[in-house]
C-alpha cells in the first residue's frame, strides 16, 4: 500500500492480534446454536469489541469534540459498529462539557427479498410514497412498512403502515434519530423542535 498512509490515533494502530493468536474457544462465550459448527473461535469478544469503542470514541471526542462532525455509515457492515460509535460518543458528550453534533448519514442499497422498510416518521407521506417505488423496482417478494410515528397532518393521503408505533400531531419532531437538517439524529428523546433550534440549525 505505498503511498497510503494510515493516521492512527495516539502513534497505536489499535489492538494488534498477532497471526498465531488461537482465538478463544467457543465453548467459552455464548452464541447464536444456529451457528454450531460454523464457527472456529471467537478471535475479540463482544466486550472488548465494545471496550475498545468507548476508547474510540473517547479519541474522536478528543480530536474533533468541537467540530460538527458526519458519520457516513457504510452499510451493511458498518452499522452495527457505526450505531455503537454513535452511542459512545454521546454517552461522553453527556458526561462532558464537549459536546459534538454529529450528523449521520448512510450509503449504499442492495437487492431484497422480504423487506421492512422502517420509518422514523410518516408526516405526508411523500418520502414513503417514493421510497416504495424504489424498493419494488427490484422485485421484493414482500415489502412491509413499519413506522414508529404517524403524524397527523391534514390532507394525509399516504397508506399507514403495517406497523404503528404513535400517532403524533401535527408538529416537527426531532431525536431518536429524527432530524432537522441532519441534526438532532444524536438525542435518545423525541423532541419538538424549538423555534430557537430551528434557527440554529437552519441551512
Ligand atoms: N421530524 C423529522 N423529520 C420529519 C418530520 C418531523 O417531525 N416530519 C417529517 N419528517
Ligand atoms: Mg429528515
Given at each position: 500500500?505505498?503511498?497510503?498512509?494510515?493516521?492512527?490515533?495516539?502513534?497505536?494502530?489499535?489492538?494488534?492480534?498477532?497471526?498465531?493468536?488461537?482465538?478463544?474457544?467457543?465453548?467459552?462465550?455464548?452464541?447464536?446454536?444456529?451457528?454450531?459448527?460454523?464457527?472456529?473461535?471467537?478471535?475479540?469478544?463482544?466486550?472488548?469489541?465494545?471496550?475498545?469503542?468507548?476508547?474510540?470514541?473517547?479519541?474522536?471526542?478528543?480530536?474533533?469534540?468541537?467540530?460538527?462532525?458526519?458519520?457516513?455509515?457504510?452499510?451493511?457492515?458498518?452499522?452495527?459498529?457505526c450505531?455503537?460509535?454513535?452511542?459512545?460518543?454521546?454517552?461522553?458528550?453527556?458526561?462532558?462539557?464537549?459536546?459534538?453534533?454529529?450528523?449521520?448519514?448512510?450509503?449504499?442499497?442492495?437487492?431484497?427479498?422480504?423487506?421492512?422498510?422502517?420509518?422514523g416518521?410518516?408526516?405526508?407521506?411523500?418520502?414513503?410514497?417514493?421510497l416504495?417505488?424504489?424498493?419494488?423496482?427490484?422485485?421484493?417478494?414482500?415489502?412491509?412498512?413499519?413506522?414508529?410515528?404517524?403524524?397527523?397532518?391534514?390532507?394525509?393521503?399516504?397508506?399507514?403502515?403495517h406497523?404503528?408505533?404513535?400517532?403524533?400531531?401535527?408538529?416537527?419532531?426531532?431525536?431518536?434519530?429524527?432530524?432537522?437538517?441532519?441534526?438532532?439524529?444524536?438525542?435518545?428523546?423525541?423532541?419538538?423542535?424549538?423555534?430557537?433550534?430551528?434557527?440554529?440549525?437552519?441551512?
Amino acid at each position: 500500500m505505498a503511498g497510503i498512509v494510515l493516521q492512527t490515533e495516539g502513534g497505536s494502530g489499535g489492538i494488534v492480534i498477532d497471526d498465531d493468536w488461537p482465538g478463544y474457544s467457543l465453548e467459552l462465550f455464548s452464541y447464536p446454536a444456529h451457528y454450531a459448527g460454523d464457527l472456529e473461535c471467537v478471535v475479540v469478544p463482544h466486550g472488548v469489541i465494545m471496550d475498545r469503542t468507548e476508547r474510540l470514541a473517547r479519541n474522536i471526542m478528543d480530536d474533533l469534540g468541537d467540530h460538527d462532525i458526519v458519520v457516513l455509515c457504510v452499510l451493511k457492515g458498518g452499522y452495527q459498529f457505526c450505531a455503537d460509535l454513535v452511542d459512545k460518543i454521546k454517552a461522553l458528550s453527556c458526561s462532558s462539557d464537549r459536546t459534538i453534533p454529529m450528523r449521520v448519514h448512510f450509503i449504499r442499497l442492495k437487492s431484497y427479498l422480504n423487506v421492512l422498510i422502517v420509518e422514523g416518521i410518516i408526516g405526508t407521506g411523500k418520502t414513503l410514497k417514493a421510497l416504495l417505488k424504489h424498493v419494488e423496482a427490484f422485485k421484493p417478494k414482500m415489502i412491509k412498512v413499519a413506522g414508529l410515528l404517524v403524524k397527523r397532518v391534514p390532507h394525509n393521503t399516504a397508506r399507514l403502515p403495517h406497523y404503528v408505533g404513535f400517532e403524533i400531531p401535527d408538529r416537527f419532531v426531532v431525536g431518536y434519530a429524527l432530524d432537522y437538517n441532519e441534526y438532532f439524529r444524536d438525542l435518545n428523546h423525541i423532541c419538538v423542535i424549538s423555534e430557537s433550534g430551528k434557527l440554529k440549525y437552519k441551512m
